[in-house]
């Protein structure tokens, strides 16, 4: 009887050590996927480094706007780049679509001065649409839009 029971907790205590310890070669995940992704950050949760491309670029007036892709985490970000100063605020949106083309939700990121780089949140899904857009407060220039992605 005592045999069993100090074999029993020998495979216990074998079986959630195993546990602990990662597995060679193991990746970890990004902290969202989808449309859990909407509104959290693509560096907060490993989306910028989970398999990402950029899917649209836009320039306008010297700012440009990134449609970033994670395929990782299934979701979408504008990185923006201010790459002429300007007394002008200008905006980076990115815009979700559905499949009947009805405009779903959209976020945008100041465009900053210089040569600085910034991103909005992500929205997320692999069945949506998504495209990017520059826009300037006070449309001192006309609001322009990539093609949907």
Do not use: H
């Not at 859990?36 to 320039?59: F, H, M, Y």
């Not at 979408?76 to 979700?96: D, H, L």
Request: with cysteine.
């Amino acid at each position: 009887m005592k045999t069993a029971a100090i074999r029993i907790a020998t495979v216990s205590a074998a079986t959630v050590a195993l546990g602990l310890i990662p597995l060679a070669g193991t990746s970890y995940a990004a902290g969202c996927s989808g449309s859990g992704c909407d509104n959290q950050g693509p560096k907060a949760t490993a989306c910028e480094t989970a398999n990402v491309s950029t899917e649209r670029t836009l320039i306008n007036n010297g700012r440009k706007a990134e449609l970033r892709w994670s395929v990782g985490c299934q979701a979408a970000w504008v990185r923006v780049t201010g790459t002429a100063q300007s007394f002008y605020n200008s905006f980076g949106y990115i815009e979700k679509y559905d499949s009947a083309g009805k405009l779903i939700r959209s976020l945008d990121v100041r465009i900053p001065d210089s040569n600085s780089i910034d991103w909005s949140n992500m929205l997320g899904g692999g069945s949506y649409y998504y495209r990017v857009c520059i826009a300037f407060v006070g449309n001192e220039y006309p609001m322009t839009c990539s093609t949907k992605f």
